[in-house]
């Protein structure tokens, strides 16, 4: 999948131009930058979700226009940023929509598509509750739930926006492995918009770095990316990167504020 040449705009804003990028095969993609860069409007012109007022979107070697929207829907799946299920609908139903593109007038439900919705739910820990409304789920639950219908889709390419929004970090780390799992050993290729820069240089292969209105800071192995001058440039925050301890991979730590230290011989008060 790669992107060339866009120019992004919602009505009158333009939010980036002469945007290109390549999403490099069976990769682990992470994009990352500051609030309002573009990453998430990157991410809906990559699934077709928002039309470029220039340039184009290619699929597997074709323009992404020239599918047809069920076709698209099989070659990849989409997580948006928030999503909002119908009113009483249950888990299992909402994830066995992920089997929509499958369907066809000669095709209906079959055992097939029974499996791909129980194996969703599985991978995600959310097949207990199959028979519970979407409506009384915690936002992490809903999540959960979410990814599962992307993943009922089974497709090859993934592009998840923010999936670890509204999960505690257990769960951020139950979902990114995952996301890993699928990638290492499905072959799968993801994409994901996150905030958090440690978890994207541990999980990425590959990390697109985005500056405000849409420009690639950088690209590449998170290894040969992530630098302190990258971060402080791009987010404006100093900071030292380090090994990380479990994976090698870079660690930023922010640079630690300046502490005012008592006078030799005074008392500190706390408030």
């Known amino acids: 999948m790669r992107a060339q040449g866009l120019t992004l705009c919602y009505e ?25 860069c573009g990453k998430s409007t990157l991410l809906k012109a990559l699934a077709r979700m928002l039309k470029p ?7 597997d070697g074709a323009p ?12 990849l799946g989409l997580l948006p940023q928030s999503s909002t299920a119908p009113g009483g609908i249950t888990v299992g139903d909402l994830v066995a929509r992920g089997r929509y593109p499958h369907q066809r007038m000669l095709r209906q439900w079959s055992a097939r598509d029974e499996d791909a919705v129980a194996e969703a739910m599985r991978q995600t820990g959310v ?22 219908m992307v993943l009922a889709q089974e497709t090859s390419v993934l592009l998840l926006d923010e999936p670890t929004t509204y999960l505690d970090i257990a769960h951020q780390v139950e979902v990114l492995n995952l996301c890993a799992d699928l990638h290492e050993r499905k072959g799968h290729t993801i994409v994901a918009v996150l905030h958090d820069l440690n978890q ?7 990390l697109v770095v985005m500056k405000p209105g849409g420009v690639i800071a950088a690209e590449g ?8 001058e990258l971060v402080e440039d791009v987010f404006g925050l100093p900071c030292r990167i380090i090994e990380d301890p479990e994976t090698g ?13 008592p006078a030799p011989g005074t008392v500190a008060h706390t408030p």
């Open 127 to 148: 097949l207990e509750l199959a028979d519970r409304p979407v409506d009384d789920l915690s936002g992490g639950q809903r999540q959960r739930v979410w990814l599962s």
């Open 12 to 36: 009158q804003r333009t939010v980036a131009t002469d945007l290109g990028v390549v999403i490099p095969d069976h990769s682990f993609t992470v994009i990352i930058g500051p609030n309002a």
């Open 249 to 261: 991979t870079p660690l930023m730590v922010p640079t630690a504020r300046t502490r005012h230290h």
């Open 200 to 206: 994207a240089c541990r999980y990425a292969s590959h």
């Open 53 to 59: 007022k220039a340039g184009e979107v290619y699929l």
């Open 64 to 75: 992404i226009g020239s599918y047809r929207s069920r076709e698209v829907a099989r070659r």
């Open 221 to 228: 192995h998170p290894s040969s990316v992530m630098t302190a």
